[in-house]
């Protein structure tokens, strides 16, 4: 059973920044695929970026690319998410998820992930 919570989400201006943070459970966090979600208002889940567990190695979703950052801290059960330039697009809830199989490669489809945890609101202003 791996549990996961995610902070730092907030309301912020146009061009801001926000860094958001999960903190997982578990014992074997370094060998977990992770990665983080969002989800607007009538629209569905959507992939943002994902790290895997072995070699960490990253994925980002286009609209992203150069604006977000994936990292994670495997002494500290951790996984961030550093977002720059920040867009009204943005506004959403932002998950975090886990897969505990043994993947070398990121994993992109929500479907790929058994936990989740349950969201931190970011909410972007003009």
């Known amino acids: 059973q791996v549990q996961l919570v995610e902070s730092g989400g907030g309301l912020v201006q146009t061009g801001d920044s926000l860094r958001l943070s999960c903190a997982a459970s578990?014992?074997?966090?370094?060998?977990?695929?992770m990665g983080w979600f969002r989800q607007a208002p009538g629209k569905a889940r959507e992939f943002v970026a994902a790290a895997s567990g072995i070699g960490g190695t990253t994925a980002y979703a286009d609209f992203v690319k150069g604006r977000f950052t994936i990292s994670r801290d495997n002494a500290k059960n951790s996984l961030y998410l550093q977002m720059n330039s920040l867009k009204p697009e943005d506004t959403a809830v932002y998950y975090c998820?886990?897969?505990?199989?043994?993947?070398?490669?990121?994993?992109?489809?929500?479907?790929?992930?058994?936990?989740w945890g349950q969201g931190t609101q970011v909410t972007v202003s003009l």
């Open positions: 578990g014992r074997s966090f370094v060998t977990y695929g």
């Open positions: 998820a886990a897969s505990t199989g043994m993947n070398v490669s990121p994993l992109v489809r929500a479907g790929d992930y058994y936990y």
